[in-house]
């Protein structure tokens, strides 16, 4: 089946590095989607990338969709604790059908 | 706008029991869904539904049903509720798969 892989698990980083998260489907997705659930929230939309190698920007974070349509990428600079939380990605597959990463929990210390 | 409502936050079942989550938008959405989360392993697609009277099985569908008589609406029935159905269930809703979703605040269920 249809599966949508996200690495690392967590992320530990001192405030002012970069963060970046990785998403890999087993198959070609009609779009990415990629979500911030703060502890003990609900996830929140950040943003939609749909066509091959677009590269969308919020502030300090970018966006990548693959040239294959199969991979993603979030990137953060220079990070802050507000950007404390779990990023996933979710792909749309075949029949409409939404696949989650398993999430990047991201925690920046001070 | 209240947005995606989910009722209860909390629920605490016995093994065997039924009961259903509720969920209801407000925005005039066309898809929405119901997702489970457990530690490590995200947000896995249970049912989910592209208009009123349609609905379809996603990725874990044993042991819940759904249905749509109203747009507005998606309940999640545990026929018999079992141990492994401990989780926090998260239902969403955007205009279609194409969109922006929204999600509620989940409901935290233990079963015992």
């Not at chain 2, 018999?80 to 999600?103: D, G, I, K, L, R």
């Amino acid at each position: 089946g249809q599966q949508v892989m996200q690495i690392p698990q967590y992320q530990h980083v001192q405030e002012g590095e970069d963060f970046t998260t990785y998403c890999n489907s087993s198959t070609t997705l009609s779009n990415i989607q990629w979500y911030k659930q703060r502890p003990g929230g609900h996830p929140v939309f950040l943003i939609q990338l749909v066509k091959s190698g677009e590269v969308k920007k919020q502030k300090r974070l970018t966006f990548q969709f693959g040239e294959a349509k199969k991979n993603s990428s979030l990137h953060i600079t220079a990070t802050q604790t507000t950007d404390v939380g779990t990023y996933f990605c979710a792909g749309l597959g075949d029949f409409n059908k939404f696949y989650f990463g398993s999430g990047t929990k991201l925690n920046v210390k001070p | 706008n209240a947005g995606v409502t989910q009722t209860p936050k909390f629920q605490v079942l016995k093994t065997g029991q039924s009961m259903t989550l509720q969920c209801a938008q407000d925005m005039n959405h066309e898809y929405m869904s119901w997702y489970r989360q457990d530690p490590g392993m995200g947000l896995r697609l249970i049912h989910y539904s592209v208009g009123a009277g349609i609905t379809d099985q996603g990725e874990v569908p044993n042991g819940y049903n759904v249905s749509r008589s109203t747009t507005e609406d998606f309940p999640l029935r545990l026929l018999s509720a079992a141990p492994s159905q401990t989780s926090v269930y998260f239902c969403a809703s955007s205009y279609s798969p194409n969109t922006e979703a929204f999600f509620g605040q989940g409901t935290r269920l233990t079963v015992v």
